[in-house]
């Protein structure tokens, strides 16, 4: 396949680019995204993007680091990773992503929490002031977190095992009581087998210690922020071509590797 999905073009105002025009795209509600979740479930772990160039496309945002080492937590311009093993680290500008997604975040919407909601309220508050049948929207969460239940993987070394063997062995943190920001997107059915539809969210504590890729948590007090995303511009590795019919994963499928 060697051209965008009519539905996906439609629905987040899709264009292919390529690698030079990464940090030259006009970013006022778009984003740019490096690779597919496709590309991912296709054991391709290693990617052309440096963490330098994606910094210049947005300052918030979500991935991986090649090999996929660890969860990618990009928020105010800075990168952050956290490795299976290992202090959670400030990531250097030359280091590569396979798989990342980011946007100059505009604030469109500002929610007070003032009480904490459950995994499944926070979904739906984020649902009410993003409709899911809208393009796509970034959303980010300043406050206080009661509980995180975070994962992150571990680097991998070719050959790359299949992408549900490294999720099965993943690593997983229980906190409470944590003060921090969750960052993360949410795209719409049209975005699948690109994206993840729904939501996919990154967390980062306020003391840079503690980060993951968000499995549940409740948050409250805290500050929602929405930015609807108009655009989306797509740069492909080389060896990643677009995902066709046959290699499209269902949502549920990454439902149950990525959870969320
Ligand atoms: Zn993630």
Redesign the pocket.
């Known amino acids: 396949m060697s051209s965008l999905d009519p539905a996906l073009v439609h629905a987040l105002n899709a264009r292919l680019v390529n690698y030079a025009e990464i940090g030259s795209t006009p970013a006022d509600h778009a984003l740019v995204q490096i690779s597919t979740i496709a590309a991912v479930l296709d054991r391709k772990y290693d990617g052309d993007a440096t963490i330098g160039e994606l910094l210049k496309a947005g300052d918030l945002g979500?991935?991986?680091l090649n090999g996929l080492d660890g969860?990618l937590i990009i928020v105010d311009g800075e990168a952050w990773q956290a490795p299976a093993k290992g202090p959670v680290r400030r990531v250097g500008d030359e280091e590569q992503t396979p798989f990342a997604v980011v946007t100059r975040f505009i604030t469109d919407e500002i929610v007070e929490i003032d009480a904490p909601l459950n995994h499944a309220a926070l979904i739906e508050l984020m649902e009410q002031h993003a409709p899911p049948e809208s393009g796509c929207d970034a959303v980010r969460i300043d406050g206080s977190f009661p509980t995180l239940h975070l994962r992150t993987v571990d680097a991998q070394t070719k050959p790359y095992p299949p992408f549900e063997q490294i999720v099965a062995n993943q690593t997983e943190w229980h906190y409470e009581n944590l003060r921090g920001t969750l960052v993360g997107f949410r795209f719409p059915h049209a975005a699948d087998s690109v994206e993840m539809a729904g939501h996919?969210?990154?967390f980062i504590s306020d003391d840079r210690s503690k980060a993951g890729?968000?499995l549940e948590c409740s948050a409250g007090p805290a500050t929602l922020r929405v930015e609807s995303v108009g655009a989306m511009r797509l740069e492909l590795p080389p060896g990643v071509e677009l995902p066709g019919p046959d290699d499209r994963p269902t949502e549920q499928h990454l439902r149950e590797i990525?959870g969320?």
Do not use: D, F, I, S
């Open positions: 979500v991935g991986t969860e996919h969210l990154h890729h968000v990525e969320g």
